[in-house]
């Protein structure tokens, strides 16, 4: 049975000098309650400092949201591990439904959870019903404010986030999704529970992303996931793109062009 002092709440963030803005985060209940670890990515002129026993920092000077994440990963010292982002507001009861979950489903290493970008208004499509397994699908439109894990399992699988990806990466979206495939291959069971558990009305880096943006990143995303067959879930995502009117047919050679452009680029990269 796990209970509220197994949770850890992993934020990254940037540039911090204070601790205000977990007001905001915590202002539906109560921040006291809950073991809290910052990655704080800063300059040696802007630290942010602690004197609670339940809020860890840790600053550093290197950039990029996964190497945030890893580093997140390697100090947590809890069962329960959430992954969030400053901006994130969470539910009164989001303990409450988090602990459920795991205690209904103990063989369980770790979960997806939706989240709403304001009061009843859900972020993206998702089922209303418990789900045993995430399919392709849901992985590859999973945010990282969406997941909850074993740190034992993650540790045990040795998974860590491709710090290719990411905010402050070559390739600036696409982490999580990467992370949560790895942890699929590895042998890690996952499924979806329709509890939200936080409010981030910031739209996500693929929401605020170009078409053309999006085709070249995700190309990438694409292939580090699926090797040789990322073309097929290029032109799924195309069909998909026609027919939700998101792009139009003279758009075709532009976006299969920044596909390839890419994927090119992520070899190219991994190569160095």
């Known amino acids: 049975m796990y209970q509220v002092s197994d949770i850890e709440i992993l934020i990254a963030t940037m540039n911090r000098d204070d601790l205000g803005f977990l007001e905001v985060m915590f202002s539906k209940t109560d921040v006291t309650k809950y073991n809290i670890l910052i990655i704080n990515q800063t300059t040696t002129e802007k630290q942010l400092h602690t004197t609670s026993r339940t809020i860890k920092v840790i600053n550093v000077l290197e950039k990029g949201l996964s190497k945030s994440r890893n580093l997140a990963l390697r100090s947590a010292t809890k069962k329960l591990v959430i992954f969030t982002d ?66 034992e399992a993650i540790q045990s699988a040795r998974l860590h986030f491709d710090e ?20 699929k291959r590895k042998g890690l069971k996952m499924g979806f529970v329709p509890q939200i558990l936080l409010t981030h009305s910031q739209f996500t880096t693929t929401q605020k992303a170009t078409v053309l ?10 292939y580090r996931i699926f090797g040789k067959m990322y ?36 070899v190219d990269t991994t190569a160095l």
Do not use: C
């Open 231 to 266: 073309l097929f879930w290029v032109v799924l995502k195309l069909l998909f793109d026609l027919k939700q009117h998101k792009i139009g047919l003279r758009t075709i050679p532009q976006v299969l062009k920044q596909a390839l452009k890419g994927k090119k680029a992520y």
């Open 164 to 183: 290719n990806f990411g905010l402050g990466s070559p390739f600036y979206m696409g982490e999580e999704a990467i992370f949560v495939f790895d942890a």
């Open 213 to 222: 943006e999006r085709y070249f990143y995700q190309s990438a995303v694409f």
């Open 86 to 151: 400053d901006d994130v507001v969470f539910e009164a009861n989001f303990d409450t439904s988090l602990l459920k979950a795991f205690t209904d489903h103990p063989h369980f290493d770790g979960f997806r959870f939706p989240f709403q970008m304001k009061e009843g208004v859900v972020a993206k499509k998702y089922s209303s019903t418990f789900q045993s397994q995430l399919s392709a699908f849901d992985i590859l439109n999973t945010s990282s404010v969406e997941l909850v894990f074993k740190k």
